[in-house]
């Protein structure tokens, strides 16, 4: 799995893969033109949406509606170093019996990008000088 991330001026950056493209940039106070969500909001977006497909997997497999399935995450901004902390995951599920709420928590828990946030992987950051075109 890759994505690719190009510069695009000034705070504004473009990740491309498999054909997709999203644009991340900062809000004005920043210096940026609020063309899209923050790199932070990006990772809860994803937790949210890998959450959110857990759970609607769940629901398919147990023959239950997945209408007004919704997650909020949120979390929290620490320092120092600067780092984001006390991620929430609310996951909303419109008349669920009661006797599906833990099915459905460990079908979230289950998510790639959760696990990958609770057993933090191994980071590794490589700097190459390119030719200018």
Do not use: W
């Not at 063309?35 to 809860?44: K, Q, R, Y």
């Not at 909020?72 to 008349?95: D, N, T, Y």
């Amino acid at each position: 799995m890759e994505v690719r991330i190009q510069h695009l001026g000034n705070v504004k950056f473009e990740a491309t893969t498999r054909g997709h493209r999203v644009i991340s940039d900062q809000p004005p106070a920043n210096g940026g033109s609020d063309a899209g969500m923050t790199p932070p909001e990006l990772l809860l977006a994803s937790l949210g949406a890998c959450a959110g497909f857990y759970a609607a997997q769940y629901l398919k497999t147990h023959s239950l509606p997945a209408e007004g399935l919704e997650i909020h995450v949120s979390a929290e901004k620490l320092r120092p170093p600067a780092r984001m902390g006390q991620f929430r995951i609310e996951v909303l599920v419109p008349g669920l019996d009661e006797r599906h709420e833990a099915g459905v928590l460990r079908a979230v828990q289950a998510c790639l990008i959760h696990n990958t946030l609770v057993h933090a992987p191994a980071i590794e950051t490589v700097i190459k000088t390119v030719a200018l075109a």
